[in-house]
């Protein structure tokens, strides 16, 4: 969720949840201005907390890298 309020959606697939492991996401949509995005990005958990009590998730991503395109653009 950006300042404006709008949102990006992603599917996040990866190893188990821990330091080092590497995640692989791919952009399902939007709204607003990110309304009908597309594409993947993957990058590695530089150090990553799970806080039990309410399944919160802090961390640090490195070597994010991927490609984002509006559906139904040419390259």
Not at 7 to 34: C, D
């Amino acid at each position: 969720t950006d300042e404006r309020g709008d949102r990006i959606y992603s599917r996040l697939k990866g190893e188990p949840l821990a330091t080092g492991r590497r995640i692989v996401g791919t952009i399902t949509g939007g709204t607003g201005r990110y309304e009908g995005l597309e594409g993947e990005y993957s990058f590695t958990w530089q150090y990553v907390v799970v806080a039990a009590e309410d399944g919160q998730v802090q961390g640090r991503a490195v070597r994010l890298e991927g490609r984002v395109r509006r559906r139904g653009a040419t390259p």
